[in-house]
């Protein structure tokens, strides 16, 4: 079966950490760029980071060195390193990897999320 699951969110006071995990099944991981998504509620999803094939990282502005991603392609995992917390960035976080190979043809894969709250 073709998934990703997400964990490590939880309750955080502002300034904390946290370390999330992305953990994929049924498809060759290591070939795929993995994308970190956050969406807070009454608000749209937007892009956190990419990681690339290779480990290249790319992040959104409002990151501003606050976040690390990484990946480990022989667990088939990519990890959120969440540090400086602040309230604004509660919210769902979810991976993604695009356009992953399947016998049913190409698709996007998304996991189901884990929630950040982050306490002012």
């Known amino acids: 079966q073709v998934q990703l699951v997400e964990s490590g969110g939880g309750l955080v006071q502002s300034g904390g950490s946290l370390k999330l995990s992305c953990v994929a099944s049924?498809?060759?991981?290591?070939?795929?760029?993995v994308g970190w998504y956050r969406q807070a509620p009454g608000k749209g999803r937007e892009l956190v980071a990419l990681?690339?094939?290779?480990?290249?990282?790319s992040y959104s502005d409002f990151v501003k060195g606050r976040f690390a991603v990484s990946r480990d392609n022989t667990k088939n995992a990519s990890f959120l390193q969440l540090n400086g917390l602040k309230p604004e960035d509660t919210a769902a976080y979810l991976c993604?990897?695009?356009?992953?190979?399947?016998?049913?043809?190409?698709?996007?894969?998304w996991g189901q999320g884990t929630q950040v709250t982050v306490l002012g």
């Open positions: 993604s990897v695009r356009q992953v190979r399947t016998p049913a043809g190409r698709r996007d894969v």
């Open positions: 049924g498809f060759n991981f290591g070939l795929y760029t």
């Open positions: 990681i690339s094939s290779g480990s290249t990282a």
